[in-house]
């Protein structure tokens, strides 16, 4: 059973890049057997899709925020992290670290969520 | 890539049934049965109710039910409880490994 735990600044500044990592326990980073993704939430709005990343080092993002977002993992210290550049106040959210299963099309586990907010 | 439409909100009783709807194109829920669907409570992570459109996870009562006709899906809660109060999102499968979200329904047990 993998556990996710997110961790990262919970304030940034506008134009600065957002980073957050999230931890895994219970499974390998380096498995085939599963996506590594990020979600967010706006206060009170609905759930986005930020992207994904696969063992092979194969990425997969929103096209909304592509030219924006990097995903990538660390395996010596198995996690996996998003950055985010050029935020401004709408990046604001809760992000969740999200990870589904290689051969599931739908999100298996989730970590607690972060709340970042982005404000000068 | 649009978020699917849901309503802001819908309500039943206790012991009656609800239906959400999640309306999206071809491109994404009426293009593959990948639709699943998420039960949030405040300050919670989301947790899956239903996936594959119409499959539960184990330790998902069977008073949530989930289908598809064309580009809507529906998730239907039978026997209203009131833990059911909760947000609920529907996600679909959008291809080249991509999801899109629902904006979410409110649902209130009354």
């Known amino acids: 059973q993998l556990q996710l735990q997110e961790s990262g600044p919970g304030l940034v500044k506008p134009s600065e890049t957002l980073s957050l990592t999230c931890t895994v326990s219970?499974?390998?980073?380096?498995?085939?057997?599963?996506?590594w993704g990020w979600i967010r939430q706006p206060p009170g709005k609905g759930l986005e899709w930020i992207g994904s990343?696969?063992?092979?080092?194969?990425?997969y993002y929103n096209p909304s925020l592509k030219s924006r977002v990097t995903i990538s993992v660390d395996t010596s210290k198995n996690q996996f992290s998003l950055k985010l550049s050029s935020v401004t106040a709408a990046d604001t959210a809760v992000y969740y670290c999200?990870?589904?299963?290689?051969?599931?099309?739908?999100?298996?586990?989730w970590g607690q969520g972060t709340l970042v907010t982005v404000s000068s | 890539q649009s978020a699917l439409t849901q309503p802001r909100s819908v309500s039943g009783s206790p012991g009656q049934s609800v239906t959400i709807s999640c309306t999206g194109t071809?491109?994404?829920?009426?293009?593959?049965?990948?639709v699943s669907w998420y039960q949030q409570h405040p300050g919670k992570a989301p947790k899956l109710m239903i996936y594959?459109?119409?499959k539960r996870p184990s330790g998902v009562p069977d008073r949530f039910s989930g289908s598809k006709s064309g580009n809507t899906a529906s998730l239907t809660i039978s026997g209203l409880q009131a833990e059911d109060e909760a947000d609920y999102y529907c996600?679909?499968?959008?291809?080249?490994?991509?999801?899109?979200f629902g904006g979410g329904t409110k649902l209130t047990v009354l």
């Open positions: 594959d459109v119409s």
């Open positions: 996600c679909s499968y959008a291809g080249s490994y991509s999801f899109v």
């Open positions: 071809s491109s994404d829920v009426g293009g593959y049965n990948y």
């Open positions: 219970g499974g390998s980073i380096s498995s085939s057997s599963y996506y």
């Open positions: 990343i696969y063992y092979s080092g194969s990425t």
């Open positions: 999200a990870v589904r299963r290689s051969h599931h099309v739908f999100f298996d586990y």
